[in-house]
């Protein structure tokens, strides 16, 4: 709210006094702020795909990118040599899927504790709020953290605006599609 008074404060002190010159900053303000964005609380359910399973995830601005509790990860090659990873994932519920999937890039990220992990970084599509998400997750050890998924800025920009007032905002509820998965 408080932004919204600081940039209406500013739009009087700067408006000009010739109406054309108006109307092309309204024009600038519609287009800044895009209106297909979804306001959601800081902890949200998302279906992961293509497994289907439902997952507790924390809506983290902090974040740069998405993160995913991965298990038993083991690399291999394609017949074009490209690099793939097959893993498991497992939601609280004890539902379990093992997934193959490309390793887009590998990133080096430094650890709580101390010293830097290397983990594989791949593209999942996740089911939050009526938004289908394409994006990049690292594959990480989160099984002792409260929350097996991270949604990262990477997958919530142009997407999704976060209260943190709010939880459990809006169920998933995507139309599935084949090009997603």
């Known amino acids: 709210m408080q932004k919204i008074i600081i940039l209406a404060a500013f739009l009087l002190l700067t408006m000009p006094a010739n109406a054309t010159e108006t109307s092309k900053i309204d024009e600038e303000i519609v287009e800044a702020a895009p209106l297909s964005l979804s306001v959601l609380g800081w902890v949200e359910d998302v279906i992961i795909y293509p497994s289907g399973l439902k997952f507790s995830a924390k809506l983290d601005t902090g974040a740069k990118t998405s993160s995913i509790d991965a ?43 101390g010293g830097f992990a290397q983990r594989p970084v791949i593209k999942m599509s996740i089911c939050l709020g009526s938004h289908m998400i394409v994006g990049k997750m690292n594959l990480s ?32 509820a995507c139309e599935i599609s084949d090009e997603k998965n």
């Open 71 to 113: 298990n038993n990860i083991e690399r291999f090659r394609d017949l074009d040599d490209k690099e793939w990873v097959r893993f498991s994932i497992q939601n609280k519920d004890g539902d379990s899927k093992t997934l193959e999937k490309r390793v887009e890039k590998w990133v080096r990220i430094k650890q709580k504790g």
């Open 141 to 172: 050890k989160r099984s002792e953290f409260s929350y097996r998924v991270i949604i990262g800025r990477n997958m919530l920009k142009k997407n999704v605006l976060v209260d943190s007032g709010m939880s459990r905002t809006a169920k998933p």
